[in-house]
């Protein structure tokens, strides 16, 4: 099994992102708000964007109420700096839009203060 520490737990912050790299390939470090670690390719699927240049956000629902929006999932969506795709961190990096399409992805774990990408 390959692995790699990527990154320091303290590096990256509930809510934000860094770039790293494991082996050759470009990886993208997401820490959602309630502490989770997630590691994807730094790259958008749809055109190749540099995942690492957007952001972490939320996502919008529409209720029962025409015209009444939610807010949801702050913090867990990634969305792609060029054309806005977004992706469900928690959901395997999965596209909103279009579920069967996701960002490739890596495990992850936690051992001391190190955060580990591995295959």
């Known amino acids: 099994m390959k692995e790699q520490v990527v990154c320091k ?25 309630d502490g989770d670690f997630h590691a994807f390719m730094n790259q958008c699927i749809h055109q190749g964007a540099p995942l690492d240049k957007g952001m972490m956000c939320g996502a919008t629902t529409e209720s029962s109420e025409p015209g009444d929006y939610q807010y949801c999932h702050q913090g867990e969506i990634l969305r792609c700096p060029w054309h ?4 469900d961190i928690k959901n395997e990096g999965r596209m909103l839009a279009n579920p069967d ?3 490739p992805s890596f495990k992850v774990r936690v051992e001391d203060e190190d955060v580990i990408v591995y295959k």
């Open 9 to 33: 737990t303290s590096e990256i912050q509930p809510g934000e992102m860094m770039k790293s790299t494991f082996g050759k390939q470009n990886v993208l470090i997401c820490r959602t708000p």
């Open 101 to 103: 399409k996701k960002i």
């Open 84 to 87: 806005g795709r977004e992706f």
